[in-house]
């Protein structure tokens, strides 16, 4: 639960909160693209490292902490398994793969924890992505809550009967766990379908395409970190392929 | 041993997320009564209510079921004491036949299997699910459900019950049966909790009424002193009942006079039979 | 004066069952009616509700017979999205109808998906934002609000699109009296200055049936009563849906002194009889 935390919009007042997630998409994706290209431990930390910067300035160190230790135990995995699957490349690509899973998590999981997921689902929308795509992202989000709040009031119905979920061995645990999701996956299922009729009572699915409410507005600052952005990565691919003669 | 009381609840605090959802409670319930606890949305009822089976702890103050602190015993051992029955049934089936469903906790609780059986039939009986035994919970109208939801908490026989919102979303009819349950309840010298903000359904079935109110216990009696002060009523955002506010009215205007009780509708015609020359 | 709803022998199966959910209804109901339908729960009136709209048969298939037109149109050709202008629906549970994260999001969510110009919408859910106080809510998401307030968001984000109509079905059902009473009062408002028509499925008669000029009573998919709440009420067939308190003691004392009144609905209405009766105003009809 700690790890999917990291990955949550906390609200706070931060210049990387500001900034409108298509041009913190680019930063992105240039993070990304660096650490799939570069091997080299050296980059790697380095990315890291400015990945920390960042959430300092967006005030988040403390939830973004919490995930990149979640990911810690996975980054540990990797390198084990790489030191095991292929000895040959020794520790060196071992540690450098780890650190590309470690850095890639730690960029998601600060861009995550400062878009909020409309705001990012609008400026998709925004993009030209189709309604139903970015409609499925805030739904999904919008109900984190309350799947959350159904099965605590399932479980505490569950336990009302006297039942336990953290007693007996693996297989009375699996199968009280599972009687536990009985109601809670026939209520969801329900639930989707009373949202279904909500929204097309509300003309959604029509014929026209869907209009946009006060769409996201880029500013100046956005416009110059997305061009920054896309030159950094230009220059980084062309680095990597050999600049043309 | 035998205690006196079902519940007692002293000083009770209780807070989430950081926000002070209980203060002070204190409330004794005993043996065999019917109490009612009514409030607003969000007046702490559903809270103070979970305290009773253990599902929370006090973080100030106690909670004595039967004799336990309810902070010293488990849920599973408190359940076995205090049934609970949540406001939407959907929540709370979890077998795949409707037998099953009530037999859960009784095979749960050890009872032996010529034991569950007849306590299964009992039940099945008494709330009219017969015919749909063999029947999936999820495939029950919403009346048949909340009923099978009482049933297989009732069928195990806890001495203390307690009801969230029994008449929520539910017709008249339904509401009629979950009353004459109640009368059975009774009759079998359960101790019934029960939480609600039908007034109506209230004044008819309770011995005693507690109001809150942010978090408070604002006023707790008997259900006609409770239901008689439209200004408590007021206080806790709830509506009097119909027969209360016509007398209430018919007195300021002294048609009827102030120190006769009138509860029921049979009341008021009463009164109007003895005061009002037609 | 055309009704705005109109259905005729309308027989309605769900896909898979047996047995018919309407059996032979036959409505008229004419602009600015505030109509209360009530029923033992599986009556049909909910599946009648999703009738209006067009929700059934375009969402829910099955088998539809009869004729339904409202407002004009005939909801077997019209699909539920352009019935979306003339009805809005209200459902029981808020939080299953509000999706976004800002309550001036949620208002513009039905304008935003029928395709509205921005300026246009702007206009509207301002003019909505004013008119139901929700101006200082306008950044809060709606599920952070109470039960009472959600719903009012719901009905505001319908009302943003103009509907002739408003169905709701059990809107207050998870309410407390004080909110469900607000929610009514909000409706009863919007069928008087504003001409709306509104369909109320509820329960709990004894708050309701003050608001409403027009009772429907169903019962196995079939209308059993129809008619003003006074003259329904001392039906027999009123019986079951449970006669709130006030007309009980009416039906009684109007056997017993053998008076005809306007069946009183509120507290207010019963202590004013029974004044008048103290006066001596005997058969005031």
């Not at chain 2, 359940?79 to 099953?100: S, W």
């Not at chain 2, 203390?160 to 929520?168: G, K, N, Q, R, Y």
């Amino acid at each position: 639960m700690s790890m999917l935390e990291g990955f949550l919009y906390k609200p706070k007042e931060s210049p990387l909160h500001k900034l409108d997630p298509r041009s913190k998409a680019v930063i992105l994706v240039f993070y990304t693209v660096t650490s799939l290209i570069y091997l080299d431990p050296i980059v790697l930390i380095l990315l890291l490292l400015s990945v920390v910067l960042l959430s300092i300035v967006g005030k988040c160190v403390r939830e973004w902490s919490k995930s990149v230790k979640a990911t810690l135990t996975f980054a540990l995995v990797i390198f084990i398994l790489n030191v095991l699957a292929s000895p040959g490349l020794g520790y060196t690509y071992a540690l450098a793969m780890s650190l590309r899973f470690l850095s890639l998590a730690a960029a998601f999981s600060l861009y995550f924890l400062t878009t909020p997921p409309e705001a990012l689902a609008l400026s998709l929308e925004a993009a030209g992505l189709p309604r139903d795509f970015t409609l499925m992202l805030t739904l999904s989000l919008r109900f984190v809550p309350t799947l959350a709040r159904d099965l605590q009031i399932v479980t505490d119905a569950f336990r009302s009967r006297g039942l336990k979920l953290d007693s007996g061995n693996y297989v009375e645990r699996l199968y009280n766990f599972a009687k536990l999701l009985t109601p809670l996956i026939v209520f969801e299922i329900r639930r989707s379908l009373m949202i279904a009729e909500a929204l097309e009572s509300r003309g959604f699915g029509g014929a026209v395409k869907p209009s946009l409410y006060k769409p996201p507005k880029m500013s100046l600052i956005d416009y110059m970190i997305t061009a920054g952005g896309l030159v950094a990565l230009g220059v980084i691919v062309c680095y990597h392929l050999g600049f043309p003669q | 041993m035998d205690y006196e009381d079902a519940i007692v609840v002293k000083n009770l605090y209780f807070s989430y997320n950081e926000k002070l959802v209980l203060k002070n409670i204190n409330l004794q319930i005993k043996k065999g009564e019917i109490v009612t606890i009514m409030g607003e949305n969000g007046a702490g009822k559903t809270t103070l209510i979970k305290h009773f089976n253990g599902l929370l702890k006090p973080k100030k103050g106690k909670v004595i079921v039967l004799g336990m602190d309810t902070s010293q015993t488990p849920v599973s051992q408190l359940a076995r004491h205090v049934g609970m029955v949540f406001q939407n049934p959907d929540y709370q089936l979890f077998a795949e036949t409707v037998e099953e469903e009530i037999a859960m906790a009784l095979r749960n609780f050890g009872f032996p299997e010529e034991k569950v059986k007849a306590r299964v039939e009992w039940a099945l009986k008494v709330f009219e699910l017969d015919r749909y035994r063999k029947r999936s919970p999820y495939l029950l109208s919403i009346g048949e459900r909340k009923r099978l939801s009482i049933a297989s908490v009732i069928s195990y026989d806890p001495p203390i019950v307690v009801l969230d919102e029994p008449t929520a979303g539910q017709d008249f009819l339904q509401k009629e049966k979950i009353a004459e349950l109640l009368f059975l309840l009774k009759q079998m010298k359960k101790t019934i909790v029960m939480v609600t903000h039908d007034v109506e359904f209230a004044i008819k079935r309770s011995d005693r009424i507690v109001l809150m109110a942010d978090g408070e216990i604002i006023a707790q009696g008997p259900t006609f002193e409770i239901m008689s002060s439209i200004e408590l009523l007021e206080r806790a955002r709830l509506k009097p009942p119909q027969i209360i506010e016509t007398a209430y009215i018919l007195k300021r205007k002294n048609i009827l006079p102030s120190e006769i009780s009138i509860f029921t509708p049979k009341d008021l015609v009463e009164a109007i039979a003895k005061n009002v020359d037609a | 004066m055309t009704p705005l709803i109109e259905l005729r022998d309308v027989y309605f199966t769900y896909e898979g069952e047996k047995n018919p959910a309407l059996k032979g209804i036959n409505l008229e109901i004419k602009e600015g009616e505030f109509v209360l339908l009530t029923g033992p729960s599986g009556c049909g009136k909910s599946t009648l509700c999703r009738l209006l709209n067009g929700l059934i048969p375009h969402f829910y298939g099955g088998d539809l017979k009869g004729e339904v037109i409202v407002d004009g149109l005939d909801v077997r050709s019209t699909p539920t999205y352009e019935m979306a202008k003339h009805v809005g629906m209200v459902f029981q549970n808020p939080e299953n109808q509000l999706f976004n994260s800002s309550v001036e999001r949620e208002i513009a969510f039905g304008l935003e998906s029928l395709g509205f110009p921005p300026d246009e919408m702007e206009r509207r859910v301002e003019e909505v934002l004013r008119a139901f106080n929700l101006v200082e809510l306008r950044d809060t998401p709606p599920y952070m609000l109470s039960g009472g307030q959600q719903q009012k968001v719901a009905i505001a984000s319908i009302i943003a699109l103009r509907p002739k109509i408003i169905v709701l079905d059990e809107p207050t059902a998870n309410l407390d009296p004080l909110s469900a009473e607000e929610i009514l009062e909000l409706l009863s408002v919007l069928c008087k200055d504003q001409n709306i028509t509104i369909i109320l499925v509820e329960h709990r008669l004894e708050i309701a049936l003050k608001y409403a000029s027009r009772l429907i009573i169903m019962k196995n998919g079939e209308k059993i009563a129809d008619g003003t709440p006074r003259d329904v009420l001392l039906t027999k067939e009123a019986e079951i849906v449970g006669i709130p308190p006030v007309v009980e003691v009416y039906k009684t004392i109007r056997r017993r002194y053998r008076i005809t009144r306007v069946t009183p609905l509120t507290p207010h209405d019963l202590a004013n009889l029974i004044e008048s009766l103290a006066r001596g105003e005997g058969n005031g009809l």
